[in-house]
Protein backbone atom coordinates (compact mmCIF):
# COMPACT_ATOMS: atom_id res chain seq x y z
CA UNK A 1 0.00 0.00 0.00
CA UNK A 2 1.53 3.58 -0.80
CA UNK A 3 2.70 5.87 1.86
CA UNK A 4 -0.03 8.78 2.06
CA UNK A 5 -1.50 10.90 5.21
CA UNK A 6 -4.66 8.58 5.00
CA UNK A 7 -6.55 8.95 8.47
CA UNK A 8 -6.74 12.85 7.53
CA UNK A 9 -8.19 12.28 4.15
CA UNK A 10 -10.91 10.04 4.43
CA UNK A 11 -13.34 12.92 3.35
CA UNK A 12 -11.88 12.51 -0.13
CA UNK A 13 -11.53 9.14 -1.03
CA UNK A 14 -13.73 9.59 -4.64
CA UNK A 15 -10.03 12.42 -5.02
CA UNK A 16 -7.40 9.64 -4.71
CA UNK A 17 -5.33 8.03 -7.38
CA UNK A 18 -6.53 4.82 -6.07
CA UNK A 19 -9.74 4.55 -3.95
CA UNK A 20 -9.17 0.98 -3.19
CA UNK A 21 -6.55 1.85 -0.83
CA UNK A 22 -8.45 3.23 1.40
CA UNK A 23 -11.14 0.12 0.88
CA UNK A 24 -7.87 -2.09 1.90
CA UNK A 25 -7.34 0.16 4.78
CA UNK A 26 -10.42 -0.65 6.01
CA UNK A 27 -10.07 -3.94 5.78
CA UNK A 28 -6.73 -3.72 7.59
CA UNK A 29 -8.52 -2.58 10.69
CA UNK A 30 -11.24 -4.62 10.82
CA UNK A 31 -9.17 -7.27 10.95
CA UNK A 32 -7.67 -6.06 14.39
CA UNK A 33 -9.07 -7.95 17.41
CA UNK A 34 -9.52 -4.82 19.23
CA UNK A 35 -11.50 -3.63 16.42
CA UNK A 36 -13.38 -6.63 16.18
CA UNK A 37 -14.48 -6.60 19.94
CA UNK A 38 -15.40 -2.53 20.29
CA UNK A 39 -17.72 -3.30 16.74
CA UNK A 40 -19.10 -6.71 18.79
CA UNK A 41 -20.00 -3.95 21.49
CA UNK A 42 -21.38 -1.74 19.70
CA UNK A 43 -23.38 -4.37 17.70
CA UNK A 44 -24.77 -5.39 20.84
CA UNK A 45 -25.58 -1.52 22.22
CA UNK A 46 -27.82 -1.39 19.22
CA UNK A 47 -30.20 -3.86 20.72
CA UNK A 48 -30.84 -4.99 17.08
CA UNK A 49 -34.26 -6.87 16.92
CA UNK A 50 -35.71 -9.09 14.05
CA UNK A 51 -37.82 -6.56 11.69
CA UNK A 52 -35.72 -3.40 12.59
CA UNK A 53 -35.04 -0.33 9.92
CA UNK A 54 -31.24 0.22 10.92
CA UNK A 55 -28.66 3.38 9.12
CA UNK A 56 -25.05 2.80 8.89
CA UNK A 57 -23.66 6.59 8.20
CA UNK A 58 -20.14 6.55 6.63
CA UNK A 59 -20.72 2.30 5.70
CA UNK A 60 -17.71 2.36 3.94
CA UNK A 61 -17.32 -0.85 2.57
CA UNK A 62 -20.52 -2.42 3.79
CA UNK A 63 -18.95 -4.79 5.88
CA UNK A 64 -20.77 -3.19 9.01
CA UNK A 65 -23.89 -2.88 7.05
CA UNK A 66 -23.86 -6.51 6.23
CA UNK A 67 -23.66 -7.61 10.12
CA UNK A 68 -26.75 -5.33 10.56
CA UNK A 69 -28.25 -7.22 7.77
CA UNK A 70 -27.87 -10.40 9.74
CA UNK A 71 -29.18 -8.96 13.06
CA UNK A 72 -32.26 -7.84 11.61
CA UNK A 73 -33.62 -10.67 9.49
CA UNK A 74 -35.39 -11.17 6.45
CA UNK A 75 -38.50 -8.54 8.27
CA UNK A 76 -36.02 -5.93 8.44
CA UNK A 77 -34.17 -3.24 6.42
CA UNK A 78 -30.48 -2.19 6.32
CA UNK A 79 -29.25 1.40 4.69
CA UNK A 80 -25.94 2.36 4.29
CA UNK A 81 -24.82 5.76 3.49
CA UNK A 82 -21.29 7.33 2.42
CA UNK A 83 -20.25 10.32 0.77
CA UNK A 84 -17.68 7.77 -1.22
CA UNK A 85 -19.17 6.83 -4.69
CA UNK A 86 -16.28 3.93 -4.68
CA UNK A 87 -17.15 2.77 -1.48
CA UNK A 88 -20.55 2.50 -1.72
CA UNK A 89 -19.76 0.77 -5.04
CA UNK A 90 -17.48 -1.47 -2.87
CA UNK A 91 -20.26 -1.62 -0.63
CA UNK A 92 -23.10 -2.93 -3.12
CA UNK A 93 -20.64 -5.31 -4.79
CA UNK A 94 -19.93 -7.38 -1.18
CA UNK A 95 -23.61 -7.06 -0.62
CA UNK A 96 -24.31 -9.18 -3.76
CA UNK A 97 -21.81 -11.35 -3.33
CA UNK A 98 -23.16 -12.22 0.20
CA UNK A 99 -26.68 -12.81 -1.21
CA UNK A 100 -28.19 -9.59 -0.33
CA UNK A 101 -29.32 -7.23 -2.91
CA UNK A 102 -27.26 -4.03 -2.62
CA UNK A 103 -30.07 -1.46 -4.22
CA UNK A 104 -29.50 2.43 -4.36
CA UNK A 105 -32.44 2.46 -2.17
CA UNK A 106 -34.03 0.96 0.47
CA UNK A 107 -37.82 1.00 -1.27
CA UNK A 108 -36.50 -1.56 -3.89
CA UNK A 109 -33.33 -3.07 -2.29
CA UNK A 110 -35.02 -6.74 -3.04
CA UNK A 111 -35.25 -9.82 -0.31
CA UNK A 112 -31.97 -11.75 1.26
CA UNK A 113 -32.42 -15.49 0.40
CA UNK A 114 -30.05 -15.77 3.24
CA UNK A 115 -32.53 -15.09 6.66
CA UNK A 116 -30.93 -11.35 5.84
CA UNK A 117 -32.20 -8.43 5.78
CA UNK A 118 -32.08 -6.67 2.60
CA UNK A 119 -29.52 -3.90 2.53
CA UNK A 120 -28.85 -0.84 0.07
CA UNK A 121 -26.20 1.61 -0.23
CA UNK A 122 -26.32 5.18 -1.40
CA UNK A 123 -23.61 8.03 -2.02
CA UNK A 124 -24.98 10.85 0.42
CA UNK A 125 -23.88 13.99 2.77
CA UNK A 126 -23.94 12.67 6.85
CA UNK A 127 -24.97 16.55 7.60
CA UNK A 128 -28.06 16.25 5.51
CA UNK A 129 -29.41 12.69 5.12
CA UNK A 130 -31.91 11.95 2.65
CA UNK A 131 -34.58 10.55 4.91
CA UNK A 132 -37.47 12.00 7.27
CA UNK A 133 -37.58 12.09 10.83
CA UNK A 134 -38.03 8.71 12.46
CA UNK A 135 -37.56 6.88 9.54
CA UNK A 136 -35.00 4.30 11.52
CA UNK A 137 -35.86 2.09 14.74
CA UNK A 138 -31.55 2.61 15.81
CA UNK A 139 -28.66 4.28 13.64
CA UNK A 140 -24.85 3.90 13.92
CA UNK A 141 -21.63 6.10 12.93
CA UNK A 142 -18.47 4.55 13.33
CA UNK A 143 -14.83 6.29 13.12
CA UNK A 144 -16.57 8.99 10.51
CA UNK A 145 -17.19 12.05 12.71
CA UNK A 146 -13.38 12.48 13.33
CA UNK A 147 -13.18 12.89 9.31
CA UNK A 148 -15.98 16.06 9.27
CA UNK A 149 -15.48 19.38 9.74
CA UNK A 150 -19.22 19.94 11.29
CA UNK A 151 -19.56 16.85 13.44
CA UNK A 152 -22.46 18.38 15.47
CA UNK A 153 -24.57 18.59 12.28
CA UNK A 154 -24.10 14.73 11.25
CA UNK A 155 -25.39 13.97 14.94
CA UNK A 156 -28.04 16.13 14.89
CA UNK A 157 -29.18 14.56 11.70
CA UNK A 158 -28.33 11.30 12.85
CA UNK A 159 -30.48 11.49 15.63
CA UNK A 160 -33.30 13.20 13.24
CA UNK A 161 -33.83 9.96 11.47
CA UNK A 162 -33.80 7.80 14.22
CA UNK A 163 -37.50 7.34 15.86
CA UNK A 164 -38.10 8.59 19.34
CA UNK A 165 -36.97 6.15 21.81
CA UNK A 166 -34.84 4.42 19.16
CA UNK A 167 -30.57 3.70 19.40
CA UNK A 168 -27.86 5.53 18.38
CA UNK A 169 -24.51 4.56 18.35
CA UNK A 170 -21.54 6.42 18.11
CA UNK A 171 -17.90 4.82 18.05
CA UNK A 172 -15.24 7.46 17.52
CA UNK A 173 -11.49 7.69 18.52
CA UNK A 174 -9.78 9.89 20.61
CA UNK A 175 -6.22 10.55 18.42
CA UNK A 176 -4.56 12.78 21.47
CA UNK A 177 -4.90 9.35 23.67
CA UNK A 178 -2.08 7.36 20.86
CA UNK A 179 0.31 6.16 23.33
CA UNK A 180 3.41 4.64 21.56
CA UNK A 181 6.84 3.29 23.06
CA UNK A 182 9.79 5.14 22.05
CA UNK A 183 12.88 5.64 23.70
CA UNK A 184 12.35 9.58 22.91
CA UNK A 185 9.32 10.40 25.43
CA UNK A 186 9.87 14.15 24.21
CA UNK A 187 9.86 13.58 20.56
CA UNK A 188 7.24 11.20 20.72
CA UNK A 189 4.58 13.17 22.04
CA UNK A 190 5.74 16.19 19.40
CA UNK A 191 4.88 13.68 16.90
CA UNK A 192 1.49 12.60 18.42
CA UNK A 193 0.30 15.24 18.97
CA UNK A 194 0.97 16.62 15.87
CA UNK A 195 -1.14 13.60 14.60
CA UNK A 196 -4.39 14.84 16.52
CA UNK A 197 -3.80 17.83 15.27
CA UNK A 198 -3.80 16.93 11.53
CA UNK A 199 -7.61 14.46 11.93
CA UNK A 200 -10.23 17.38 11.20
CA UNK A 201 -12.05 15.42 14.75
CA UNK A 202 -8.75 14.48 16.36
CA UNK A 203 -10.87 15.12 19.44
CA UNK A 204 -13.77 13.55 18.71
CA UNK A 205 -14.17 10.47 21.05
CA UNK A 206 -14.43 12.76 24.00
CA UNK A 207 -16.73 15.12 22.76
CA UNK A 208 -19.47 12.74 21.57
CA UNK A 209 -21.58 13.31 25.01
CA UNK A 210 -21.66 17.12 24.75
CA UNK A 211 -22.50 16.56 21.07
CA UNK A 212 -25.56 14.19 21.82
CA UNK A 213 -26.62 16.06 24.97
CA UNK A 214 -26.90 19.29 22.03
CA UNK A 215 -29.20 17.99 20.50
CA UNK A 216 -32.03 16.45 23.05
CA UNK A 217 -30.43 12.61 23.48
CA UNK A 218 -30.78 12.17 27.50
CA UNK A 219 -29.79 8.61 27.87
CA UNK A 220 -26.36 8.21 27.44
CA UNK A 221 -23.87 5.59 27.96
CA UNK A 222 -20.08 5.91 27.83
CA UNK A 223 -17.90 2.83 27.17
CA UNK A 224 -14.30 2.94 26.43
CA UNK A 225 -11.70 0.40 24.59
CA UNK A 226 -8.45 1.11 24.10
CA UNK A 227 -7.08 -0.93 21.18
CA UNK A 228 -3.96 -2.16 21.49
CA UNK A 229 -0.91 -3.45 18.92
CA UNK A 230 2.22 -5.05 19.55
CA UNK A 231 3.63 -5.01 16.40
CA UNK A 232 4.78 -2.20 15.09
CA UNK A 233 5.11 -2.49 11.15
CA UNK A 234 1.12 -3.26 11.88
CA UNK A 235 0.64 -0.40 13.92
CA UNK A 236 2.06 1.71 11.02
CA UNK A 237 -0.13 0.41 8.82
CA UNK A 238 -3.10 1.18 10.57
CA UNK A 239 -2.19 4.44 12.23
CA UNK A 240 0.65 6.05 9.43
CA UNK A 241 2.84 6.34 12.68
CA UNK A 242 6.29 6.96 9.89
CA UNK A 243 3.93 9.45 7.82
CA UNK A 244 2.96 11.28 10.72
CA UNK A 245 6.45 11.49 12.15
CA UNK A 246 7.78 13.04 8.43
CA UNK A 247 5.37 15.71 8.60
CA UNK A 248 6.13 16.45 12.18
CA UNK A 249 9.37 17.16 11.28
CA UNK A 250 8.83 19.41 8.30
CA UNK A 251 6.92 21.58 10.99
CA UNK A 252 10.38 21.51 13.20
Known amino acids: MGRFDLPSRFARVDDARDPGEYVAYLDSVSALGGARAYKKEGFRLLEVAPGDRLLDVGSGAGED?????RRAGPEGRVTGLDGSAAMVEEARRRALDAGVAGGGDGEDAGSAGSGWAPVAFLVGDARALPFGAGAFDGGRVDRVLQHLDDPARAVKELVRVVRPGGRVVACEPDWETL??????RELTRRILNNAADRIPGGWIGRELVPLLRGVGVE??????????????????????????????????
Open 219 to 252: EIRVEARALAVADYRRADAVLRLRTFAAHARKLG
Open 65 to 69: ALELA
Open 179 to 184: AVTAAD
